[in-house]
T-cell receptor, first 113, second 115 residues
C-alpha cells in the first residue's frame, strides 16, 4: 500500500534560517505529491503539488519542493524562515490512478526570533 | 465563494449518542472525503465518495456511516459515539476522474468531543 513518511514530528528554526521538512513516499510508480499547511484551528491549505511537469516545484509563501525519484523523496524547503511560517505541514500522496489522498503524520514547524 | 462548508463547528456528545456531520461544497466536485485528525497521527481517511449515490471505506471506517444523496453534500454519521471518536473531522472535495493530480479543498473542520 502507498505510504508517506515525514521524518521529524517537530522542527525548530530561527527566523531567517533555512527550512527543510522531509517527506519520503513508497511507490514503484511516481505518484502525485502534495504539501499542505495547517495553521492553528484552521483547515488545510495547499502549498504546492508535483505534477510531473518539473522536478522543482514552487509554491506559495516562498516554499518549494524537489521531486527525486531515485530517493523517493519530496522534501519541502524555504531559504529564509519567517515567524508566520510556524504551522503544521503535511506531505500527501495520491497513487497513480488512485482516488484518495494519503497523508503523512505531519511536521510541526516552530520559528523563533 | 463558500468552497467546502462543515457544520457544526463544535460538538460535545455523551457516549452512546448519535449525530450527523454535514459537509457541503459548491464547486461541483465529484469526489468528497471525510478525514479525522488526531495528534501525531496526521489525517486518516474514514470514508469517501466518487459520485452521487456512491461511497467507499477508507482506512478507519469502523463506527461511522456516510451518505451522498446529493452531489454537493456528504454526510458523516456516528450511530453510537465512543470516546475514541473524539477528534477533529475534516471534509474535503476535488474534481473527479481526469483530475488525479488536483488538490483537495478542505473545510475548516468539526471538533467533536465524546465524554
Amino acid at each position: 500500500a502507498q505510504s508517506v513518511t515525514q521524518l521529524g514530528s517537530h522542527v525548530s528554526v530561527s527566523e531567517g534560517a533555512l527550512v527543510l521538512l522531509r517527506c519520503n513516499y513508497s511507490s514503484s510508480v511516481p505518484p502525485y505529491l502534495f504539501w499542505y499547511v495547517q495553521y492553528p484551528n484552521q483547515g488545510l491549505q495547499l502549498l504546492l503539488k508535483y505534477t510531473s511537469a518539473a522536478t522543482l516545484v514552487k509554491g506559495i509563501n516562498g516554499f518549494e519542493a524537489e521531486f527525486k525519484k531515485s530517493e523517493t523523496s519530496f522534501h519541502l524547503t524555504k531559504p529564509s524562515a519567517h515567524m508566520s511560517d510556524a504551522a503544521e505541514y503535511f506531505c500527501a500522496v495520491t497513487p497513480a490512478g488512485g482516488t484518495a489522498l494519503i497523508f503523512g503524520k505531519g511536521t510541526t514547524l516552530s520559528v523563533s526570533s | 465563494n463558500a468552497g467546502v462548508t462543515q457544520t457544526p463547528k463544535f460538538r460535545v456528545l455523551k457516549t452512546g449518542q448519535s449525530m450527523t456531520l454535514l459537509c457541503a461544497q459548491d464547486m461541483n466536485h465529484e469526489y468528497m472525503y471525510w478525514y479525522r485528525q488526531d495528534p501525531g497521527m496526521g489525517l486518516r481517511l474514514i470514508h469517501y465518495s466518487v459520485g452521487e449515490g456512491t461511497t467507499a471505506k477508507g482506512e478507519v471506517p469502523d463506527g461511522y456511516n456516510v451518505s451522498r444523496l446529493k452531489k454537493q453534500n456528504f454526510l458523516l454519521g456516528l450511530e453510537s459515539a465512543a470516546p475514541s471518536q473524539t477528534s477533529v473531522y475534516f471534509c474535503a472535495s476535488r474534481p473527479g476522474t481526469l483530475y488525479y493530480n488536483s488538490p483537495l479543498h478542505f473545510g475548516n473542520g468539526t471538533r467533536l468531543t465524546v465524554t
